[in-house]
């Protein structure tokens, strides 16, 4: 059915493949690490973004050519230790989704673009990426943000002396917008009969009447809100919130309340929200209490990056990890053999063209059909079985001492373990 296939190899595989017919190779494997690549093209990229942000910060000639010098010679680096740092987080179950929507959402409202398509527009002409791409970056920050706070800053103490004198000294700083920090409860009428609306407003006032008794809002937003996205994360909604950010009955109630204050039901037209005030700062100077954390975090950092690398260091020791000759990990841990193991070089046991190109096609191809392929990764794609001993040679067509052939070097894979 389908006519051509694509696939990702390394250097070795390419010329191998090269003449195999209905074979396209569009991409070169920099790096292998634990069941992930990084392709050249990524590398690529990065550097072509980079370069291109420091032209908008106003970087010209030599230092502009010192920038990059010291950026190439760390990108290998900074893309393993982000793709160390997402595999940790997924051992870790941490999940980003929820905090994401909201960051986007408040992208999306602070720029005036409700519509879906406008704003996806908007940030292909902002940052030069398709939306999918800078949804992902995103997602990378945050997952590598959440790990290095999780197993390296939680071991960070500062004494409260230390953070209490650097407030005094940049209370400046700390002066901010009246802003509330929400959870929510959607009970939905959408498609409802006047029965059902009937039966919605009482759910939303029994819910009321649980959170004021006591009840964990967070479970009861959980197991009962009909708003998924704010569901998965106990109702929270997640960025603070500020005067005409929201609708204005919705923020007139909502503006009125303190901190655990419980709001609603308010009937709107998609259905009855509560509300729940987690934070409302007011207008000014911050306290000390409630820039407590982040203060903490700004007196952390210099001695975060050193943490961090030792951390780094160990998920390196730990990882299946190899280097194609002509890259450079800057970070790499001294002893830790990350040499590139070449099996793509073919020995042919058979002596007709026909079982030369049947034993590369299984042995070098994990092959999907042409036009799934998305930019330059595969997503998904499932490789072949490997090969077995069905596929025998000749014993008169085989030399005495000849060896199995090596096996290929493995296409590129976006997940899973290497096989």
Not at 140 to 155: H, K, N, P, Y
Not at 208 to 229: C, H, M, P, Q, T
Not at 400 to 415: F, L
Request: net charge neutral; charged share 35%; with cysteine.
């Amino acid at each position: 059915m389908f006519r051509s296939f694509v696939v990702f190899a390394s250097t070795a595989v390419l010329c191998v493949a090269a003449d195999t017919p209905g074979v396209k190779v569009i991409e070169e494997i920099a790096a292998k690490v634990n069941g992930d690549i990084i392709t050249r093209g990524e590398l690529e990229k990065k550097k072509a973004d980079a370069e291109a942000e420091a032209k908008r910060q106003g970087l010209s000639g030599a230092r502009l050519s010192d920038a990059m010098r010291e950026y190439s010679g760390n990108i290998l680096k900074e893309e393993i230790d982000q793709l160390l740092l997402v595999q940790k987080a997924k051992d870790l179950n941490i999940n980003v989704d929820n905090e994401i929507a909201k960051r986007l959402t408040d992208i999306q409202v602070q720029n005036k673009k409700p519509n879906p398509d406008e704003f996806q527009a908007w940030i292909r002409e902002q940052t030069g990426m398709t939306f999918e791409d800078f949804k992902d970056r995103m997602k990378r920050e945050a997952l590598t943000q959440r790990v290095i706070g999780q197993e390296v800053m939680r071991s960070i103490v500062i004494p409260e002396p230390e953070m209490q004198k650097y407030y005094e000294e940049h209370k400046k700083d700390y002066v901010r917008e009246e802003q509330l920090f929400l959870s929510q409860i959607l009970i939905s009428t959408e498609g409802k009969n006047e029965q059902q609306v009937a039966a919605a407003e009482k759910k939303a006032n029994d819910l009321v009447a649980k959170a004021k008794k006591g009840d964990k809002f967070s479970d009861l937003a959980r197991d009962n809100s009909d708003d998924i996205e704010t569901a998965k994360s106990g109702g929270y909604v997640g960025f603070p919130m500020k005067r005409g950010m929201m609708e204005k009955s919705v923020e007139e109630a909502a503006f009125t309340g303190k901190k655990n204050d419980i709001i609603g039901p308010i009937k709107r037209p998609q259905g009855f929200l509560i509300l729940k005030v987690e934070e409302h700062y007011n207008a000014g100077q911050a306290s000390f209490e409630e820039v407590k954390n982040e203060i903490q975090d700004v007196l952390s950092r210099p001695k975060v990056d050193a943490k961090a690398r030792e951390f780094l260091s160990k998920l390196r020791e730990e990882a299946f990890l190899q280097i194609k000759d002509g890259y450079v990990d800057s970070g790499a841990v001294p002893g830790k053999d990350t040499r590139w193991q070449d099996m793509a070089q073919l020995k042919p046991q058979t002596t007709t063209k026909e079982e030369v190109a049947a034993r590369r096609k299984k042995h070098i191809l994990w092959v999907i059909p042409a036009g799934t392929a998305k930019d330059t990764k595969v997503k998904g794609a499932k490789p072949a079985p490997p090969p077995g001993d069905s596929g025998k040679t000749d014993d008169a067509a085989k030399p005495a001492d000849a060896k199995p052939a090596d096996k290929p070097t493995e296409p590129a894979k976006t997940g899973g373990t290497d096989k």
